[in-house]
């Protein structure tokens, strides 16, 4: 399992996380979570956090919505 360091700038709804801090420093149930939305990240972003723990395997990510094609009249 991959373990990486991240600014908690630059989370993303979807990422597998873990706070580096004691659970009685953050208001969420448990350190490791999937972010599930921007409040969350909003509430993660106030923390005293020089980083978090990103998990890219466990993460949830949203592929960019596909390119429609442009339509060619001629």
Do not use: R
């Amino acid at each position: 399992m991959t373990e990486l360091k991240i600014k908690p700038t630059q989370i993303k709804i979807g990422y597998a996380i873990k706070l580096p801090c004691s659970w009685m420093e953050h208001p969420f149930l448990a350190a490791n979570f999937v972010v599930e939305n921007q409040q969350q990240i909003d509430i993660i972003q106030t923390l005293p956090l020089d980083f978090v723990f990103f998990y890219p395997d466990k993460s949830q990510l949203q592929s960019p919505a596909p390119a429609v094609p442009a339509n060619n009249s001629a």
